[in-house]
């Protein structure tokens, strides 16, 4: 098993600040939401991780975003 597959069962975001914005934007959030959006993050920094790697940089960067 690899060290991502230890960090998928925590959360990258904090469930507080995400509850706020969508109240904040008049809408309500499910018990659910936290963990989705912490999965979407997981996405996307996979994502970022996969293209500097093919650029042969080891440092993640905004643009890979």
């Known amino acids: 098993r690899g060290l991502g597959d230890v960090y998928k069962r925590q959360n990258l975001v904090v469930g507080s600040k995400v509850k706020a914005y969508v109240k904040a934007q ?5 018990g659910v939401l936290i963990g989705a959006v912490s999965d979407k993050v997981y996405a996307l920094l996979d994502d970022a991780i996969a ?3 093919a650029n042969k940089r080891s440092t993640v960067k905004d643009t890979d975003l």
């Open 26 to 30: 008049g809408a309500m959030s499910s």
């Open 51 to 53: 293209r500097a790697k």
